[in-house]
């Protein structure tokens, strides 16, 4: 187990470098869309219509399985006391079992569960689901209702810590940001076809990556903080048989020391009985 937990680390954090280079290209045919005519007007209509709903919309990533220490513990309570400081009904979905339980025994049930992927290939599936479902009972004039994610992103070692992301609403400030990034070249880019269809199809791909992402750091995080509980495990375990070893080795040498005793004892009385 500690073999897989350690090459599962591996796939997963290759798989968020890799996903760095396609992120830097929605980010720059966001920039072109946003420098274009008609998006400021775009995103300002949307950030108008955002806070209508009344809701707030979660994510929270867990483990289904065991042996991951306070993994779960740690991202849920975070999750809880920032949503705490945040207006709106609060409706959760959980990445896996075992934060599901947590946050419902907390007082916070979740209205959804989804599986924690076991590789690369099943977080795909997984994003499709969630922003499916997180779309699911709002009609198109209702408003955008604004979606955090919480998951514990990976530092160094076995070293963890949680994390929120706003995905929703697109605020002024995020258009802005992406609208002066620079271009890699002294080519000035055309956006082909309907500019917001262009702008609405990137903008998915920019909530796609920015899932896939916190997923692929939330399972790194579970493999590395699995890993460390089986490395101190296994540590307490040959504490525990050293120790085990040190009181046997003290008992079998307090037992031949006796019986040496009662032999010399013995024997010594023998002699004093002879003389």
């Given at each position: ?138 009609s198109s004039d209702e408003g955008v209702a604004p979606l955090y994610l919480f998951y514990n992103r990976p530092g160094s070692g076995p070293v963890y810590a949680p994390v929120s992301q706003r995905l929703l609403p697109l605020d002024e400030n995020w258009r802005r940001k992406l609208a002066d990034l620079p271009l890699p070249t002294g080519n000035l880019p055309e956006i082909m076809g309907d500019g917001g269809t ?78």
């Amino acid at each position: 187990m500690k073999a897989l937990a350690a090459s599962s680390i591996g796939q997963y954090e290759k798989s968020v470098c890799a996903l760095a280079d396609y992120n830097r290209t929605v980010e720059l045919g966001l920039s072109v869309c946003f420098q274009g005519a008609g998006s400021a007007a775009f995103m300002v209509t949307g950030e108008k219509r955002q806070t209508d709903t009344g809701e707030l919309n979660a994510v929270v990533f867990g483990s289904d399985q065991g042996l991951v220490g306070q993994f779960n513990d740690v991202v849920a309570d975070y999750a809880m006391k920032t949503l705490a400081t945040l207006p709106g009904r609060p409706q959760v979905w959980a990445v896996g079992e075992r934060v599901h339980a947590r946050l419902t025994d907390a007082g916070l049930p979740p209205v959804g569960l989804f599986g924690v992927p076991n590789s690369v290939k099943a977080i795909t599936p997984l994003i499709d689901r969630i922003l499916v479902e997180s779309e699911a009972g709002r009609s198109s004039d209702e408003g955008v209702a604004p979606l955090y994610l919480f998951y514990n992103r990976p530092g160094s070692g076995p070293v963890y810590a949680p994390v929120s992301q706003r995905l929703l609403p697109l605020d002024e400030n995020w258009r802005r940001k992406l609208a002066d990034l620079p271009l890699p070249t002294g080519n000035l880019p055309e956006i082909m076809g309907d500019g917001g269809t262009t702008l609405r199809a990137l903008i998915r791909e920019y909530l796609f990556v920015s899932l896939f992402r916190a997923c692929a750091e939330s399972l790194a995080s579970e493999n590395a903080s699995r890993l460390a509980a089986m490395q101190r495990a296994d540590k307490n375990i040959d504490e525990l048989l050293e120790s085990l070893n040190r009181k046997f080795h003290s008992l079998r040498q307090s037992g031949i020391d006796e019986e040496l005793f009662d032999v010399i004892s013995g024997f010594e009385s023998l002699n004093i009985e002879k003389q």
